[in-house]
């Protein structure tokens, strides 16, 4: 599928987000998990981390309990990333409502835009996004 953003900056925005979510990781990854959610003006983020032995992290509860100052600013550059790449595509009229973007210790990354849309980010959207975004994990494991 052709982007219709302009794909240089696309791939940058890409860099960005990937290197944010790097940023806010845990030792021992091998695999970081983003989903961005985008509603009614509102945009909310959820970071899981896979680690070697298969467990997953919920990075986002430890950023809000994290005191290290550089993991809040990497936490804060990533809403502004994400907001800027969802703006980026709104002008292209490619609007999406949420994302997952996964990211490899190499810096390889991959990223799937989802337009179905919801009434309100409930705990069910979220639930059915990471059934979604983690079944590639059931089928490697």
Same mark, same amino acid.
């Given at each position: 599928m052709k982007i219709r953003e302009n794909s240089e900056?696309?791939?940058?925005?890409?860099?960005?987000? /990937?290197q944010c979510l790097?940023?806010? $990781?845990?030792?021992?990854?091998q695999r970081m998990i983003?989903?961005?959610?985008?509603?009614?003006?509102?945009? $909310?983020l959820v970071i899981y981390a896979q680690l070697m032995d298969n467990s997953v992290?919920?990075?986002?509860?430890?950023v809000i309990q994290s005191e290290n100052e550089d993991v809040i600013n990497a936490y804060m550059d990533l809403c502004d990333d994400c907001e800027e790449l969802y703006e980026m595509c709104e002008k292209q009229k490619d609007a999406w409502t949420s994302c997952a973007f996964w990211v490899m210790p190499s810096g $390889?990354? $991959?990223?799937d835009f989802d337009?179905?849309?919801f009434d309100t980010l409930t705990v069910e959207v979220v639930e059915q996004w990471k059934k979604y975004a983690? /079944?590639?994990l059931d089928e490697e494991n």
């Open positions: 900056q696309f791939n940058q925005q890409m860099k960005k987000i /990937a790097v940023d806010v $990781s845990v030792r021992g990854w983003l989903g961005v959610f985008q509603g009614d003006g509102i945009q $909310s992290v919920d990075i986002t509860k430890k $390889s990354f $991959s990223i337009y179905t849309p983690f /079944a590639f």
